[in-house]
């Protein structure tokens, strides 16, 4: 049971890139994805979930009109496409699975039980 992260590198402030998260050993399918950020120097903090059948979604204010979650089942990945990055959006990406029931608003480490590794994202002025 595994998730791996992948997608980050270097932009520059107003660019966009799209983070993919794809799980094996299990399905996605069922079950609500969330991807949290840790800044440097700061706690892990989450920023975007979608539901497990994918018909809803949730984002954080700082990202809410810039980021954007789905997913594709057949793939068993979920993407993060991220628009208008900036310097404050530089960060470790972690994507996380939890159970279907997880309330998307409520973006607490501990509802979700499957964590991949990060990737990095840095956002240059």
């Known amino acids: 049971v595994q998730l791996q992260a992948s997608g980050g590198g270097l932009v520059q402030a107003g660019g966009s890139l799209r983070l993919s998260c794809t799980a094996s050993?299990?399905?996605?399918?069922?079950?609500?994805v969330g991807w949290f950020r840790q800044a440097p120097g700061k706690g892990r903090e989450g920023d975007s979930a979608?539901?497990?059948?994918?018909?809803?979604?949730f984002y954080a204010d700082s990202v809410l009109g810039r980021f954007t979650m789905s997913r594709d089942i057949a793939k068993n990945m979920v993407y993060l496409q991220m628009n208008n990055l900036g310097p404050e959006d530089t960060a470790v990406y972690y994507c996380?699975?939890?159970?279907?029931?997880?309330?998307?608003?409520?973006?607490?480490?501990?509802?979700?039980?499957?964590w991949g590794q990060g990737t990095l994202v840095t956002v240059s002025s």
């Open positions: 050993g299990f399905s996605l399918d069922g079950h609500a």
């Open positions: 996380s699975a939890g159970a279907n029931y997880v309330p998307l608003s409520v973006m607490v480490e501990g509802l979700y039980d499957i």
């Open positions: 979608i539901s497990g059948s994918g018909g809803r979604t």
